[in-house]
Nanobody, 121 residues
Framework: QVQLVESGGGLVQPGGSLRLSCVAS????????VGWYRQAPGQQREWVAL???????EYKDSVKGRFTISRDAAKNTVDLQMNSLKPEDTAVYYC???????????????WGQGTQVTVSS
């Protein structure tokens, strides 16, 4: 199993910045892709930024140029730097990892508990 824990959320004014961090533990060797998702009240969970295994970062159009996803393999962390935040960025942000269950060779997606980001003046 893989455990993910997010941190760094909070309240910020429009135009401000936050940096979210996700720490993975457990069977981190089984992870082949990582990403950040978010879910606003009454909305579906949507992907925000991804790092596919062996690929470069990918971003949702609405956050391109403002958000940056990064991975530190040595620390088993995935960060999301969020700049120029807008009220519509308000959501619970979730870290996610894709991996293969070594016992079944089946894919599995892991989720953190979420961290609240509120952008408001």
């Amino acid at each position: 199993q893989v455990q993910l824990v997010e941190s760094g959320g909070g309240l910020v004014q429009p135009g401000g910045s936050l940096r979210l961090s996700c720490v993975a533990s457990g069977r981190v060797d089984s992870i082949y892709g990582v990403g950040w998702y978010r879910q606003a009240p009454g909305q579906q969970r949507e992907w925000v930024a991804l790092i596919p295994q062996g690929g470069g970062p990918e971003y949702k159009d609405s956050v391109k140029g403002r958000f940056t996803i990064s991975r530190d393999a040595a620390k088993n962390t995935v960060d999301l730097q969020m700049n120029s935040l807008k009220p519509e960025d308000t959501a619970v942000y979730y870290c996610s990892a894709e991996g293969i269950n070594p016992a079944t060779s089946s894919p599995k997606q892991y989720w953190g508990q979420g961290t609240q980001v509120t952008v408001s003046s």
